[in-house]
């Protein structure tokens, strides 16, 4: 294996730069958990900077140059330098995060000897021990959530705490998206640990956002299917979209274009809030108001035939279900829905929100 030089000067002792290769980035982010052991750290201030945290700090660094190394390594550079890193926490919402990026530019190098040469290009392949021990921790915890499939769903909190404090720790400490679906078992759980509740939302956090997004609108839109509503999974995860600031009208515009989505469960949704609205919000915005503004009449009105000895005639509106109900009659008696298969609540939630895309359009255009 090539090693790789990695260096934060912008040169390369032994040898001379003949390509530019174009800048590698990297970033890893330290979760909640480690944090707030990070906090609780500073109790025992008099004992010396916390260990734990010293060494978790050292492996995110660790894992994030061996990251840089790949990437340069598959760019064909051999080295990178001017390398930078940079710790930044990130906090917001009563959480933190520490988040390590490194970034640097990839580069060609011509040795100036053949001597230089060969240390760099024929180095004995190695591991470091902090790589290999986080790929067993992950592939166990890995084994031990597809475990879960194998089970009925109802009894996987029998056996609770079915991660260890540790294991939990590790998952919140870096963002690992190939642990969401099983998490996501473990949360929509019949009745998910306490320890689990707590720690789904924090494991969301832990991801890059569109991650983040794919998992929580996902699983919204099964909760909306219209032969199994689920209200409860929907209030959830409307709940996590609140604390971690993940509205994203795009996203709703995409469930409500999809097929068998109960519309009437989908509408408390539009109250959610984002801290920023961009122009482009806005758009996404209208958009989705547009579609509520242009649904088929999935409901009729109808000429009906008086008696057998009446020639007169009536309109009635017919239901979505197939009601019978006056022409005058706008929510069908029976099961309360329109003519375009919406409650009366639902009406109401749209024209809040309607309300809530023409302010916003207003303020928009008194920036301009
Ligand atoms: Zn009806």
Redesign the pocket.
């Known amino acids: 294996m090539k090693k790789i030089i990695l260096t934060t000067t912008n040169s390369v002792e032994f040898g001379t730069i003949i390509e530019y290769m174009g800048l590698i980035q990297t970033c890893l982010i330290l979760g909640n958990n480690a944090v707030s052991e990070f906090i609780s750290g500073f109790t025992d201030l008099f004992g010396g900077f916390s260990n734990t945290l010293r060494s978790k700090f050292d492996e995110l660094y660790e894992n994030a140059s061996k990251e840089i190394e790949d990437k340069a390594r598959k760019k064909g550079a051999d080295a990178v330098v001017g390398m930078k890193v940079d710790f930044e926490e990130l906090a917001g919402k009563g959480k933190s995060m520490f988040m390590i990026s490194i970034v640097g530019t990839a580069v060609k190098v011509k040795f100036d000897s053949e001597a230089d040469e060969d240390k760099y290009s024929n180095e004995e392949l190695y591991v470091n021990n902090t790589a290999l021990n986080f790929e067993l921790t992950k592939d166990e915890i890995l084994r031990k959530l597809n475990d879960l499939e194998k089970r009925n769903m109802s009894t996987v909190e029998e056996w609770n705490p079915y991660l260890t404090d540790e294991q939990w720790n590790f998952i919140l400490s870096y963002s690992l998206p190939e642990y969401a679906e099983r998490l996501s078992d473990l949360y929509n759980a019949p009745k998910p640990s306490d320890t689990t509740q707590e720690n789904y939302p924090r494991y969301i956090a832990t991801l890059e956002i569109e991650d983040a997004k794919d998992i929580v609108y996902g699983n919204i839109q099964n909760a909306l299917n219209v032969d199994n509503v689920d209200a409860e999974k929907i209030k959830k995860y409307k709940s996590i979209i609140k604390q971690l600031n993940l509205f994203d009208a795009k996203r709703l515009i995409g469930i409500l274009n999809s097929d068998g989505i109960d519309i009437n469960s989908l509408t408390p949704l539009l109250t959610l809030d984002k801290d920023i609205y961009r122009e482009s919000d806005l758009k996404d915005m209208e958009e989705l108001l547009s579609i509520f503004d242009n649904l088929k009449d999935k ?1 009729r009105k109808e000429e009906v035939k008086g008696g057998l000895f009446s020639k007169a005639s009536k309109i009635k509106f017919i ?5 019978a ?1 006056n022409e005058e009659v706008e929510y ?6 329109n003519i375009k298969g919406l409650t009366i609540t639902t009406v109401k939630e749209i024209e809040n929100y309607r309300k809530k895309v023409l302010t916003l359009r207003t303020l928009m255009s008194n920036l301009k």
Do not use: A, F, V
């Open positions: 409901g239901c979505p279900n197939g009601h109900n069908c008696e029976t099961c309360y829905l």
